[in-house]
C-alpha cells in the first residue's frame, strides 16, 4: 500500500527508474535478438534443403570456399542420396543498393524459391527476392559489373532471401570465379547419414564433409557473430543494468529522509526494506513487461522495414527472456535495497539532516 | 526516568557536547535553552534515541538505552517527536501520516485527536496542501497518537507566527497535565512560561 502510495506521489521519479529500465532491458533485448535472428536466418537458409553440406577443405566460410561442381554426379550415385544441389553464395552491390545477397544455384534448387511472378531465370537472368524487388521497378539490372534480365519474383520467409537475387550457378561462377560455394546433399535415411557423411569425404581430398547439423555449430561466420554479439550484448547488459542500480541507488539516497522519518516514528529497518523491496519489484517487472512489449513490436517490424531489405531479423528466445528478467531484478534490488539497509542502520536524526542537505 | 550521565558527542573531530549530566522526573516540563550552534538540537536528538553519543550512557525508565532489546518498538510506544520542519511524509495524507506512527491499537483514535487539535477536515489532504501552522498540529497529532510517556520537541515553533506557537505550546502543555514528560529544545524565550525545569547550553556545556 505505502509503496504504491510511495510510486503515484512521485510520478517524476517513478517515470525516471521506470524508462531507465525499459531502456537497459530494451537495449539487451534487441541486441542479442538481432544477432541471434542473424544466425537464425541463415542456418535455415542452410539447413531447409540438405542433410549434408560439402565445402573446400580448411575453408571454413561458405563465402570463400570452392567446390568443384563436377561432384555432383558422384554425389548422386553414392547409394542413399536423394539429391544434391550447389549453390554459390556471394554479396555484391546491385542497381543502386549497395549490398544484397546473390544466389547461385542449380536449376533442380530453383523451386525452393517460391515464385510470385515470371518464370525461372535462364541464363543470363535473375529472379529477385520480394523485398529487393520493391526497390526496382526496371527490366533488368547490374549485378557487379553484368547486367541481367529481370524473369520473375519470388517469395521467401528468410530475410536474407527476400532481400536477395537467385540466378543460375554458372551466371553466379562467372560473377564470384568459383565453381560452386558449397554442395548440399539430402539423404533417404536420416540414419545413414554419418555412413554417407564419410562415403562422400572419400569422393575428393580436397573437400570436408558434414551434416548440416555440426556445419552450423561449427560455423565460423556464425562463431564471430556470436562472440560479438555476446560482447556487444554483455556490454549493453552490464551497462543496462549498472544504469539501473545506480538510478535506483539515487532515488533511494534522494529518500534518506523519509527512512529518517520512519525510524524517528519507531518503524523498524525490516519495515523500510520491506516497502522498498515491493516499490523496487513492481516497478521493474511493470518496465521489464513493457520493455518486453516494445522489443517485440520492433522486432516484429524490423523485417517489414525496406531500408533493411530483410537482413535485419530478431528472434527473442524465452531463455534471453528470462535472464534478462532475473538479471534486471537482481541489480534492481541490489541497487536499491543495499543504500536502503546501510541507511537504515544510521542513526535516523544523521538520516533526516543528510536528506535536508 | 530520563538519566543523562556524562554524555559527550563529537561530530567528526568537533566536540559539540561536553560532559552533560542531568535528570528530568516524570511529568516535568524540560526547557533546552541556549543559542544557536549550542547543542541543543544534539542533546535533544540524543535524549530521543535518535543519535547515540560519542560517549556516556542515558538512561530511559532505569535502562540504559544501549540495553533496549528493540529500540524501533521502544520509539513507537514510548516517545512522541515533533520536529521544527514537521517532517511529514508527502505522498501520505494527513490521516495515513499519522496511522503510519500509530500503534495498532490507537488507529481507531485518529479521528478523534484531530478533532481535538481542530484540523479533522484536512484528513484526506496531503502537506503540501495545508498551511504551516496545520502542518505543525497535524506533526503533534502524530506524536500524540500513541500516548508516549515523552515527548521531545526541536524547535516546535521555529516556523510558526505568535498565534500559531501559542497553540503549539498550549497543546504540548495540555499533554503534560496527562502525564506526559515534554522536553522542549528552543531559543524562544516564551517556552520559559510553561517550563518546570530549564536546562541551559552554552557552546556544549550546562551552565
Known amino acids: 500500500m505505502i509503496s504504491l502510495k510511495a510510486l503515484s506521489k512521485n510520478p517524476f521519479k517513478s517515470l525516471l527508474i521506470f524508462s531507465s529500465i525499459t531502456i537497459a532491458v530494451m537495449a539487451i533485448f534487441l541486441i542479442s535478438s538481432v544477432s541471434a535472428g542473424i544466425i537464425g536466418m541463415y542456418s535455415k537458409m542452410i ?21 568443384d561442381i563436377s561432384l555432383l554426379d558422384k554425389v548422386n550415385g553414392i547409394k542413399g542420396v536423394s539429391g544434391s544441389y550447389a549453390m554459390i553464395v556471394g554479396a555484391s552491390p546491385i542497381g543502386h543498393i ?10 533442380n534448387h530453383f523451386s525452393h524459391y517460391r515464385l510470385e511472378s515470371g518464370e525461372y531465370p535462364k541464363d543470363g537472368e535473375v529472379i529477385l527476392g520480394k523485398g529487393l524487388s520493391k526497390h526496382f521497378v526496371t527490366k533488368s539490372i547490374n549485378v557487379g559489373s553484368k547486367n541481367f534480365k529481370i524473369s520473375g519474383v519470388y517469395n521467401s520467409d528468410i530475410g536474407f532471401e527476400d532481400g536477395g537475387v537467385v540466378m543460375n550457378i554458372e551466371d553466379a561462377g562467372l560473377l564470384f570465379n568459383r565453381s560452386a560455394s558449397f554442395i548440399l546433399v539430402s539423404v533417404k535415411e536420416p540414419k545413414e547419414i554419418d555412413d554417407l557423411v564419410k562415403s562422400i569425404s572419400l569422393l575428393s581430398s580436397d573437400i570436408e564433409a558434414k551434416t548440416t547439423k555440426s556445419f552450423i555449430k561449427e560455423y565460423n561466420q556464425f562463431k564471430i557473430i556470436e562472440n560479438s554479439s555476446f560482447v556487444i550484448s554483455f556490454l549493453a547488459f552490464s551497462m543496462g543494468l549498472m544504469g539501473i542500480a545506480s538510478v535506483m541507488s539515487m532515488i533511494v539516497n534522494s529518500r534518506k529522509e523519509e527512512f529518517g522519518i520512519m525510524r524517528a516514528l519507531g518503524k523498524s529497518r525490516f519495515f523500510i526494506i520491506k516497502n522498498l523491496f515491493f516499490e523496487t519489484l513492481i516497478m521493474s517487472i511493470s518496465a521489464y513487461i513493457f520493455a518486453l512489449i516494445l522489443s517485440l513490436i520492433i522486432l516484429t517490424m524490423l523485417p517489414h522495414i525496406e ?3 530483410g537482413y535485419v531479423n530478431g528472434t527473442l528466445s524465452m531463455q534471453t527472456a528470462l535472464l534478462v528478467l532475473i538479471s534486471t531484478l537482481v541489480m534492481a534490488l541490489l541497487g536499491s535495497l543495499i543504500p536502503a539497509w546501510i541507511a537504515s542502520k544510521t542513526d535516523p536524526i ?4 543528510q536528506g535536508c542537505s | 526516568m530520563i538519566k543523562v550521565s556524562n554524555i559527550s558527542h563529537f561530530y567528526g573531530s568537533e566536540q559539540v557536547l561536553y560532559d552533560i549530566s542531568f535528570e528530568v522526573k516524570d511529568g516535568e516540563f524540560v526547557f533546552l535553552s541556549g543559542d544557536s550552534g549550542s547543542g541543543k538540537s544534539t542533546l535533544l ?11 556516556g550512557e542515558l538512561f530511559l525508565d532505569n535502562t540504559p538505552v ?3 532489546a528493540d529500540i524501533d518498538k521502544f520509539r513507537q ?4 517527536f515533533v520536529f521544527q520542519f514537521h517532517y511529514l511524509i508527502n505522498y501520505l495524507s494527513i490521516y495515513e501520516n499519522i496511522a503510519l506512527a500509530a500503534l495498532d491499537d490507537k488507529k481507531q483514535n485518529i479521528n478523534a485527536l484531530l478533532s481535538d487539535l481542530g484540523i479533522l477536515e484536512l484528513s484526506a489532504r496531503y502537506p ?19 500516548e508516549p510517556k515523552i515527548i521531545f520537541a526541536d524547535e516546535p515553533t521555529g516556523s510558526l507566527d505568535s498565534k500559531n506557537s501559542k497553540i503549539v505550546y498550549e497543546l504540548l502543555a495540555r499533554a503534560l497535565k496527562q502525564g506526559t514528560t515534554v522536553v522542549v529544545a528552543s531559543h524562544d524565550l516564551k517556552v520559559q512560561k510553561y517550563a518546570t525545569k530549564t536546562v541551559r547550553l552554552i557552546d556544549g556545556k550546562i551552565q
Open chain 1, 307 to 309: 531500408m533493411l531489405q
Open chain 1, 47 to 67: 539447413k531447409t534443403d540438405g542433410d549434408i553440406i560439402i565445402t573446400q577443405k580448411g575453408i571454413s566460410d561458405t563465402f570463400f570456399s570452392n567446390v
Open chain 1, 350 to 353: 544523521l538520516l533526516i539532516n
Open chain 2, 128 to 146: 503540501n496542501e495545508i498551511s504551516g501552522g496545520q502542518r505543525q498540529r497535524v506533526a503533534l497529532a502524530r506524536a500524540l497518537i500513541n
Open chain 2, 45 to 55: 536528538s540524543i535524549l530521543s534515541t535518535l543519535l547515540k553519543p560519542s560517549h
Open chain 2, 66 to 68: 544501549g540495553q533496549i
Open chain 2, 77 to 80: 510506544n514510548k516517545i512522541g
Open chain 1, 98 to 107: 549497395p549490398i544484397a545477397g546473390i544466389y547461385g544455384t542449380t536449376k
